[in-house]
């Protein structure tokens, strides 16, 4: 399985302003993906971020409020811009294992906004 | 669309009792199914997964899981159950029909292991 790390691991952030999350990967791969976990909800899935392609958002979630980039096979970011209180949540990203199949996921950032 | 029902959000239990947390999927083609835990303020880990090949699955932790394809059902066992098992579990389910990788989590269940 990928070793995964996210920066920041936690943030207070205050109303509109943006803060942007680091995935790291310890091997190459193909698939990334950006979930959120509001307060004791499950996981809901942001995007698909694939290295030299734009990123594919799901339905309730815009490029304009959570850009993605995917500079290499190794990393990617999230924004979360103008942020509001319902914003906070867990942001975590995962990557497709070598079956195609199990994802594996980072630590999570902690996002509360005041 | 695929769907997952995770059928009780909370289970208390007390160490060294068999616990089983239920997961029930909706699909209208061959799924893949999953199971994670979540311990507090981490990350996800997969306890074990549910490809192809024989039903009763095994994963870490001594926990296991037997897929049911006429019941839409993968729940998950441990014959007993420790304090460090207190932990969110999530079962999620992926397929040919929602691009192979993408996942789709339960609502999760809370598993508090009493002493």
């Known amino acids: 399985s990928a070793v995964i790390s996210q920066k920041p691991s936690r943030d207070i952030c205050q109303r509109g302003t943006s803060l942007t999350i680091q995935c790291q990967v310890d091997?190459?791969?193909?698939?990334m993906f950006w979930y959120r976990q509001q307060p004791g909800q499950s996981l809901t899935l942001i995007a698909t971020?694939?290295?030299?392609?734009?990123?594919?958002?799901e339905s309730g979630f815009v490029i304009d409020k959570f850009p993605i980039s995917r500079p290499n096979l190794t990393f990617s970011t999230l924004t979360v811009s103008n942020m509001s209180p319902e914003d906070s949540s867990i942001y975590l990203c995962s990557v497709v294992g070598d079956s195609s199949y199990e994802q594996y996921f980072g630590p999570g950032t902690r996002l509360t906004v005041t | 669309a695929q769907s997952v029902t995770q059928l009780d959000s909370q289970v208390p239990v007390f160490e060294e009792a068999p616990v089983e947390l239920r997961c029930n999927y909706s699909?209208?083609?061959?799924?893949?199914l999953f199971w994670y835990v979540q311990y507090p303020n981490q990350g996800l880990q997969l306890l074990l997964k549910?490809?192809?090949?024989?039903?009763l699955v095994k994963g870490i932790n001594g926990f296991e899981a037997e897929f049911n394809k006429s019941q839409t059902s993968f729940h998950l066992r441990k014959p007993s159950v420790h304090i460090s098992d207190t932990a969110e579990y999530f079962c999620a389910v992926s397929g040919w029909e929602t691009s192979g990788s993408r996942l789709t989590f339960g609502e999760g269940t809370q598993l508090t292991v009493n002493p």
């Open positions: 699909s209208s083609v061959s799924v893949y």
């Open positions: 971020a694939n290295q030299g392609s734009e990123a594919t958002y």
């Open positions: 091997s190459q791969v193909t698939m």
């Open positions: 549910y490809l192809s090949g024989s039903t």
